[in-house]
C-alpha cells in the first residue's frame, strides 16, 4: 500500500494593500501549480464575515471585534480549505495570513501583540506558513496603484489612510526582521514578471520543486 501523502507547503503573500500581493500570489500559485486561497473570504461562512470587516457601508467596529471576527474568518479557512489541502500533500499559496492580521490589528489598530499572537494560534489550529513572502512598497507607491486602479477607499480598512497603512508596513516588516527564516522580503516595486521569477527561485531553493510542478 502507498503510504500517506507528504505534508504539503503553506506559503502566504502578505503587504499592505496596492502592494502587489494579489498579483504575485496568483502568479506563485500557477508557477508551482499550488491551490490559491485568501483571506478573508475564502468561505461561505467568511464570506459573510469579508462583509462585516471590510464592507465601507458596515457597521463600526471595535478593534476587539475586528481582530475576533478576523480570527473567525481564519478558523473556518484553515478548517475546510487549508488543513485538508496540506493533508492531501499539496501546495497552498494564500493572499494573507497571520501575519496580516499582526500587521493590522495589531501594529494598525494597537491591540496587545502578545494577547493578539495567541488568537492568531489558536484561531488556526497552530499552523503557521512554511514561509511568508511581504511584497514591500512605500505607502505612497501602493495609494497611487489604488487610485490608478479606481480602487481608492475601496474598504474600510482601505479608508483610514497613509498613517495607518505606515503603521501596518511598519507591523509587516517587524515580524520579518524577527522571523528572518520564515519571511522573504522583496522589493514590490519591480516589474510583476521578474518579482515572479525571483520569489519562484527562493521558494523553489528552500523547498524544492512541488510535486505538481514536476508533472
Known amino acids: 500500500m502507498p503510504g500517506a501523502p507528504t505534508r504539503g507547503r503553506l506559503l502566504a503573500l502578505e503587504g499592505i494593500d ?6 504575485q500570489a496568483r502568479a506563485l500559485a500557477d508557477a508551482l501549480g499550488a491551490l490559491l486561497t ?8 467568511g464570506a459573510r464575515l469579508r462583509e462585516l470587516l471590510l464592507a465601507p457601508d458596515a457597521p463600526p467596529l471595535s478593534a476587539r471585534t ?4 478576523m480570527a473567525a ?3 473556518e479557512h484553515v478548517a475546510r ?5 496540506l ?3 499539496a501546495w497552498v499559496v494564500t493572499d494573507r495570513f497571520s501575519g496580516s492580521t499582526i500587521a ?4 494598525g489598530r494597537g491591540l496587545d501583540l502578545d494577547a493578539l499572537r495567541a488568537l492568531v494560534s489558536w484561531a488556526a489550529a497552530g499552523v503557521v506558513p512554511d514561509l511568508s513572502v511581504l511584497v514591500d512598497v512605500p505607502v505612497d507607491v501602493a495609494a497611487a496603484r489604488l487610485a490608478a486602479a479606481g480602487r481608492g477607499g475601496a474598504d474600510r480598512l482601505e479608508q483610514l489612510g497613509p498613517g495607518f497603512a505606515s503603521s501596518v508596513r511598519d507591523g509587516f516588516r517587524a515580524q520579518a526582521e524577527a522571523e528572518p527564516g520564515r519571511w522573504l522580503v522583496v522589493d514590490g516595486t519591480v516589474e510583476a514578471a521578474a518579482l515572479t ?8 531553493a528552500r523547498f524544492g520543486v512541488p510535486p505538481a510542478a514536476r508533472r
Open 104 to 107: 493590522y490589528q495589531g501594529y
Open 38 to 45: 485568501h483571506e478573508p473570504g475564502a468561505t461561505p461562512a
Open 197 to 204: 521569477a525571483h520569489i519562484v527561485a527562493e521558494v523553489q
Open 18 to 23: 496596492g502592494s502587489g500581493k494579489s498579483t
Open 73 to 75: 474568518d481564519r478558523a
Open 66 to 69: 475586528e481582530a475576533l471576527l
Open 81 to 85: 480549505v487549508i488543513q485538508p489541502a
Open 87 to 89: 493533508a492531501e500533500g
